[in-house]
């Protein structure tokens, strides 16, 4: 294999850019050459793409965000879309494809694969971590330190004014985000989408906390379909407890930027060295990901749709932790 490509798709996430840094740098090692798609699928349609060389990725290794940008592509669900994009690559003589992004983006990997038989290999960079085949998806960590961040300093002005504050973090159908910012950030409650939890559950729990003499409370809550779900379930709260001023903070996109942590910096690295090394070494169709500290290569289509539950340890270690 003498020419790859890469490209960031689906919804950004930090560490992306070091991941594209590692890729680069990766290939041009073992003397491949490797040209950056910009806008995802969209690009690699209207044939958007350059040559990267050692310099491109000089000084991204810290910065959130993707140099090559991230785009939801509805052309690339045709079959016609998808051939324009073939033709594309293959006009460069790109061999094998790395597809940074979610789920959504190896489904379209998948498809692209089985039509076009082009080696392509996925790495995991979403900030909800809710990908089967590796512990840790990129900009997880960094999501989740800025939650934390966000709940510290919330945490103060509930503490001064003894509210209860509704904090909604985003993971509309996976509870990893919440469930860690519920247990770094010191939360009395957390909503998640795996668990059936009601308004009156929520207030049972406040109402306990308040007679244990807590001050203060806070809610960690995943999104649902839209944000402002934690609105609905403040106003509910309200009306059960009224002796309490109740507040609601979404965090929203902010999850999604910034420096991504040492540890993201690191995962990302590691998985897109990994990615050109299992392109070159014959690996096709497969997504890169680190479980118990190994690189593993997982079929895309297991990486896809088998399931990558909470652990219920976590979910035990908050109740308790939360007395
Ligand atoms: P993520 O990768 O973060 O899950 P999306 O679900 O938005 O993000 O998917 C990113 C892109 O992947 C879509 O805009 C589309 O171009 C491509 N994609 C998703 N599903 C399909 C599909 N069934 N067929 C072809 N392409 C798809």
């Known amino acids: 294999m003498k020419r790859i490509a890469v490209f960031t798709s689906g919804g950004d996430a930090p560490g992306m850019n070091a991941c594209i840094r590692a890729v680069v740098r990766g ?38 965000g993707t140099i090559l940008k991230s785009a939801r592509s509805d052309d690339f669900k045709t079959k016609a879309g998808r051939k324009l994009a073939y033709n594309n690559l293959n006009a460069k003589g790109i061999e094998g494809v790395i597809a940074i992004g979610g789920d959504g983006s190896f489904t379209g990997a998948t498809i692209f694969y089985e039509e076009y038989g082009i080696p392509i290999i996925g790495i995991p960079g979403t900030i909800d971590n809710d990908i089967y085949g590796t512990d840790k998806t990129i900009g997880f960590d960094t999501a989740v330190n800025t939650t934390l961040d966000a709940i ?53 729990n406040l109402q306990d906390g308040i007679r244990r003499d807590k001050s203060f409370s806070i809610v960690v809550v995943a999104e649902k379909d839209d944000p402002g779900y934690s609105v609905e379930l403040a106003n509910a709260v309200k009306e059960a407890i009224t002796d309490k001023d109740i507040r609601v903070t979404i965090l929203g996109h902010i999850q999604r930027g910034g420096a991504p942590t040492a540890t993201d910096r690191t995962l990302a690295s590691r998985l897109g060295l990994g990615a050109v090394e299992g392109l070159l070494d014959g690996k096709k169709d497969v997504m890169v990901g680190i479980v118990n500290d190994d690189m593993i290569y997982t079929p895309l289509k297991d990486a896809i749709s088998k399931d990558k539950p909470l652990n219920p340890d976590l979910i035990r270690a908050m109740k308790i932790l939360s007395l």
Do not use: C, W
């Open 27 to 64: 290939a041009i090692y073992y003397e491949v050459e490797v040209y950056g798609i910009y806008q995802g699928y969209q690009g690699m349609i209207a044939g958007d793409m350059v040559k990267m060389e050692s310099y491109s990725v000089s000084n991204i290794l810290q910065r959130g």
């Open 152 to 204: 510290d300093k919330i945490r103060d002005t509930a503490d001064s004014h003894g509210r209860i504050f509704f904090i909604e973090v985003m993971g509309r159908d996976s509870g990893y985000i919440a469930i860690q910012s519920a247990i770094g950030g010191g939360a009395e409650s957390v909503i998640l989408p795996e668990r059936d939890v009601t308004a009156e559950d929520v207030v049972s």
